[in-house]
């Protein structure tokens, strides 16, 4: 009886992780809520406590890092003075012109 001949096995590449995150939206949040926020002479830190936000974790959203959830973005709406509803027309009405 021949030996076995080992037979090469396919490598599969791990599938991508699904994420929500959109760099396009996050960076267009970010813009629209520091243009806001600057508009109303409201200080970055200032802010981050009025909508009881962690302040680094604020920042990283006004740069685009981060994305923020329906919950957040509705504390920041809030706390801005704006209907949640306004706030996304914004980032929509920003990413189109980015377009």
């Known amino acids: 009886m021949p030996p076995a001949r080992s037979v090469p096995s396919k490598r599969v590449a791990p599938k991508a992780r699904s994420t929500s995150f959109d760099p396009a939206i996050a960076v267009a949040f970010g813009k629209v809520v ?3 926020r600057e508009e109303q002479d409201i ?4 802010f981050a406590v009025l909508a009881d936000v962690d302040r680094s974790y604020y920042g990283k959203l006004e740069r685009g890092e981060r994305q ?3 919950a957040l973005l509705m504390r920041i709406a809030h706390s801005l003075k704006v209907p949640p509803g306004e706030l996304v027309h914004r980032v929509e009405k920003a990413m189109k012109r980015r377009r």
């Open 34 to 36: 520091r243009k806001e």
């Open 43 to 46: 200080a970055q830190d200032a």
């Open 68 to 70: 923020p959830s329906l």
